[in-house]
């Protein structure tokens, strides 16, 4: 860690500490004390309340979908968040999933999954189930079958996250395999996401602005 810590001092917060960061894997058993880690990086001001508050999250966040993937053994759990203004998805937390999804859904426009007469995306605001991509013909999944089955996925559960009035996002379960989601299952699942609805109606606006910022420093790279 003090290597690490040293090494940032050459720098101010940057795309090269923001690309460090971001390969930090939040569950690796050989990782030193990542919360230690943030708050030191916070005292020498390399990183701001903002992005200390931010990582942390997207950590713990990291480690929800891992117990979840191990409740539920052989399926991926993410965690997108919603940008409500701009109709997009952004990938909160997603350890497993595979890079080539995560390319495709962070910073989704989503708007073609608006059903008419409807103001967001329906999984939003309620469980969306799909046993079999290939066959569904439902709005959401027509719209992204392509990238879902290109890696892999053959059904999907969707819940969405919610803390009092403010829409969150939603957590997605992947499954390769075609699947009835059984009622323990998602009430489980349902159960387990209120561990995280306060803390990210907190920081979620924050979460989306670096995240948003990280993806354009991404592309200029």
Known sequence: ????IESMKHYKLSKEIKKLLAQIHPMNKGQTDLSNLFEKLYHADLIGMQEKLSLETR???????????EKLNGMLCVVYLYEENEKRLWLGAGPSMPGSYKEYSHGLDVKLDILGGSEVPVYIRNVLIVDDINRSEDLVT?????????????????TPLGY????????????DQQRDFTDYEIDMFQDNRNQI?????????????????????????
């Open 142 to 158: 027509l719209n992204h079958k392509k990238a879902m089955l290109e890696d892999g996925f053959k059904s999907y559960c969707c």
């Open 197 to 221: 609805e306060k803390k990210l109606s907190q920081i979620k606006d924050d979460m989306i602005f670096l995240l948003k910022k990280q993806q354009k420093l991404d592309q200029l790279a």
């Open 164 to 175: 009092q009035d403010k829409m969150i996002g939603f957590t997605v379960l992947f499954s």
């Open 1 to 4: 860690m003090e290597e690490i």
């Open 59 to 69: 950590m713990y966040l990291n480690q929800y979908c891992l117990a979840m993937e």
